[in-house]
């Protein structure tokens, strides 16, 4: 027989290592919460009698003595804490009910002292404790514990009756999950397929539907009116560059006299300064705005412009400046807000850059650093789940070749292209935690 211990942060990764290294048959022996995760103790070839010599079944009844006798006293408690509850509801009610004292001899004010000392001694004595705080929290721990083991075997017995039972829409799930898209996202487009699939329908058609499903506004400045656009998002996502970019080909299609810069960035060091290095080579005037007041001003003297691109600061969600930063751009009803997005961060710090920047509703979006992306499928669920068009997309430092209208065929393309790089398998366990648990609320 093999015993081994096994700690992890939270109980799924805990079990997944179970049965990554023990496999399906393994026995669990004991759980215990630490200050740094979960202790599972684990065997394998199950054997009672060694066991018991090894001090297992000695133990085990010793540690649950005291939590059960803590959980026995805790609903005795609550008993008395009833009955008390009843006795005092139903002796203030014959209180009113007579509209005199107990006592007629007393004062009013004594025989409410009296029933009030006498109501607060039951409740009193009905809410003593032992001293078993520490057993309760033992109790509760392991029911916690249990709780996760059952979800995380239910989420992959349902996922296991999915894989046999519809095993292409199960392939489809598998797929979406090498491609980078998110459970919610996943399972969103997986029910607008149809019921008796084809199996080269399960190869193409979660493509197709990813690709519908993929908003673009068809933005172009060679051929649209430019207007004032101005872009935001966090740090380092490429708002400098991409506006370069679009100010090249705005100044290639209508004349640098005809194109305007605005930095508003007054935060970075250098912002500035990178914007007018941009301006100089492009030929385009570069204008400063501290404030709202002098946004406006500035936007009152380039009335006659085709183009106007401001840049703002790279700001956090949790920014305290991002605020100011809102109001700044608020003040001027005419300025279209364009989200910039990179393609190559964690899908979780996509969605929370969309959500710190909603106050501002924003119109569009660009998606930048795609050549920089080992997966685009975060970035593409995140669109999704916003309904955020995209205007462009960037795939390089170069100015302005590496940038095109948003397309959302291309980036789906793009999306299987970087699959085929990549030879990884989604594990069962990640495949039962995300489709499994939806699946078993479900049945």
Known sequence: MKIKRFVAPDMRQAMRQVRDEQGPDAVILSTRRLDDGIEIIAALDYDEALVREAGFGLEAPKREETPLRALRDETERAARIDQARAATAAAVERAAKSGAPANENAPQRQSSAALAASVADVVRAATVVPNNDAAVNGVRAEINNLREMLEVQLSTLAWNQMDREQPLRARVLREMTRLGIDGDVARALCAELPPGMTPDQARYLPLGLLSRNIRTSGRNFDTVGGGVTALVGTTGVG???????????????????????????????????????????????????????????????????????????????????????????????????????????????????????????????????????????????????????????TDGQRVPEDIATADARKLVCLAAQLLKQRNEEPDDALLAERFGTATAALA
């Open 239 to 393: 708002k400098t560059t991409t506006i370069a970019k679009l100010a090249a080909r705005a100044v290639l299609r209508h004349g640098a006299s005809n194109v305007a810069l605005i930095s508003a960035d007054q935060y970075r060091i250098g912002a500035g300064a990178q914007l007018e290095h941009y301006g100089r080579l492009l030929g385009v005037r570069v204008f400063n705005a501290n404030d709202a007041t002098s946004l406006r001003n500035v936007l009152l003297q380039l009335r006659g412009k085709h183009t106007v691109l401001v840049d703002t600061a790279g700001l956090a969600g949790n920014d305290p400046k991002l605020q100011q930063q809102f109001d700044t751009l608020r003040a001027t009803s005419d300025v279209r807000v364009c989200l910039v997005l990179a393609a190559n961060a964690q899908a979780q710090a996509i969605d929370n850059a969309i959500r710190a920047y909603a106050p501002l509703a924003p119109q569009s979006a660009i998606l930048t650093k795609l050549d920089e992306a080992p997966l685009i499928g975060g970035a593409l669920s995140a669109l999704i789940r916003h309904n955020l068009p995209l205007d462009h997309t």
